[in-house]
């Protein structure tokens, strides 16, 4: 799943991703929030982001324990 705004990008990789919620427990600004509309790699609800809330820290990409989330380009 892909996200965009401007120059903005936010990238999550579903077939990594397994709903651990890590996430979404360290974004400063709670832009991230699970889905129920797409699946992750053991069938758990992954991860939306409100990609006008986000300010690219790259905490979440840096938290991820399995390398489902890229920021940016």
């Known amino acids: 799943m ?4 401007g120059d903005k990008s936010f990238i999550n990789h579903p077939k990594y991703c397994k709903g651990c919620g890590l ?3 360290f974004c400063p600004k709670k ?4 889905t ?5 790699v053991y069938g ?3 991860i939306k982001c409100d990609i006008s809330k986000c300010i690219q820290c790259k ?3 840096r938290i991820c324990p ?4 890229k920021i940016g380009s």
Request: charged share 40%.
């Open 2 to 5: 892909q996200y965009k705004e």
């Open 23 to 25: 996430c979404i427990e």
């Open 31 to 34: 832009c991230l929030e699970f």
């Open 36 to 40: 129920d509309t797409e699946r992750g």
């Open 44 to 46: 758990n609800d992954t």
């Open 59 to 61: 905490i979440c990409e």
């Open 66 to 69: 399995d390398g489902a989330i």
